[in-house]
Nanobody, 124 residues
Framework: QVQLIESGGGLVQAGGSLRLSCATS????????MAWFRQAPGKEREFVVG????????YYADSVKGRFTISRDNAKNTVYLQMNSLKPEDTAVYYC?????????????????WGQGTQVTVSS
């Protein structure tokens, strides 16, 4: 079955960096659009960034543009999220999501598979 396993979360000071990884199995990774969402306590899950399989195009939420970078390694079946210049408002559980749609969608229902999430905490 499809499995997505996130790693790389942790506690970091404001201005610091983290790199999240999402290792996948049970799917033809090169034919899946991958995305990162996040959910802070008491808030809805929100889109962060996605990378489509059809053209490799990326789409970022305005709140992370210029600070976060998504990349994928089709040979390793893994997607990454490099997060720089972190802010306290970036604190959330970060989820990896996958779907066969050719391009990035920004809504949770558009993704069929999800990881268990990894906590990112940014202290001020």
């Amino acid at each position: 079955q499809v499995q997505l396993i996130e790693s790389g979360g942790g506690l970091v000071q404001a201005g610091g960096s983290l790199r999240l990884s999402c290792a996948t199995s049970g799917l033809t990774f090169s034919r899946y659009t991958m995305a990162w969402f996040r959910q802070a306590p008491g808030k809805e899950r929100e889109f962060v960034v996605g990378i489509g399989w059809a053209d490799g195009g990326t789409y970022y939420a305005d709140s992370v543009k210029g600070r976060f970078t998504i990349s994928r390694d089709n040979a390793k079946n893994t997607v990454y999220l490099q997060m720089n210049s972190l802010k306290p408002e970036d604190t959330a559980v970060y989820y990896c999501a996958a779907d066969t749609r050719p391009r990035t969608g920004t809504l949770p229902y558009q993704y069929a598979a999800w990881g268990q999430g990894t906590q990112v905490t940014v202290s001020s």
